[in-house]
């Protein structure tokens, strides 16, 4: 081949002995093909220094979304249940879910969910179902058990985790810039005139965000006075009792917590008025329908920022684990809510 050209599929078909169809299928590791063929595949694409063009495969992706549905390649959307008894993802994994088949439609792909707990956890049994579905593409939402692992056979798949919670294997990841969400959430009570805000979650809820949250909110009381430092309450397992005491002993003008079904209904048991007397905000609004004021971290986002790494992933035939994973991150808004108040007046710093 002259020097300056580029090889095409063609020429890779050529040195193979195959033809073009099964180069295609090779590059992608598409079952079927028997591993010789595709060892010769693959020595003669890096002998000729073969590389897909992304232009072309996106141009053909957006051709295969005319084609029907059942023709789409099949990303898998692997989610675990909230709960022991297999309650169905939270609001944030569903809205990422959305934002993901979303995306995939428009590229050209199709996205189905699966459960862990349907197929009894992880490991050889989900890979070999993936793998026989001819799925090579992952996309691993947030787990409810804290830092988790998931074992499977990596070699086969290109995949992206969604969120921190996944401690293992390291990936490439898509999430809400959580340090950026806190500080802006803070920065809105501030501005609202609230003094001295307060911290509340469990400590497995900050795992899972890699301490996010208690770092940016520690960073934050470092620039405050004494006075208005109130010491966060981040236990193994929050109990009513334990906050009611806390509330009382360090008397916060605002709450910011992520215990959502809790919080307002045990400050209202001690008599304070939200948000007229206290104030409180989510760093994880998930449920659109919600009054609560905070962090929307905009999971749709996610889940289509999602696809579009994976999608990237799978036109340059990247399987297995990544050498150095990546982070992108996806800025989340904030929503006024009804639970804190808009005319705060500013009380002496």
Known sequence: MEEGTRATMQDVADRAGVSRMTVSRALRNEPGIAPATRERVVLAARDLDYRVNPLVSALMADLRGV??????????????????????????????????????????????????????????????ILWHRRIRGLLIA?????????????????????????????????SNRQTRSMRLLLDELSALGFRRVGLVMNRLHNERVDRAWSMAFFDYQSALPSRRRIPPLCPERLTENEFKEWVLRHRPDAVVATHKKHIVPWLRELGLAVPDDIGYATVNRDDPGSAHSGIDQNPELIGEAAVEFLAERLYHNQLGLPTNPKILFVEGKWIPGQTVRTGTSAAAG
């Open 67 to 128: 084609r029907k549905p059942d023709h789409a390649e099949t990303l898998a959307f692997l989610t675990s249940p909230t709960s022991s008894r297999g309650a169905p993802p939270s609001f944030f994994v569903r809205r990422c879910l959305e934002g993901a088949a979303k995306r995939a439609r428009e590229t050209g792909f199709r996205v189905e969910e699966f459960r862990l707990r349907d197929t009894r956890g992880s490991g050889r049994r989900l890979s070999d």
């Open 142 to 174: 947030p787990t409810s058990e804290g830092r988790a692992g998931l074992d499977l056979d990596w070699d086969r798949f290109a995949a992206v985790a969604i969120g921190h919670s996944l401690r293992h294997p390291g990936l490439h990841r898509v």
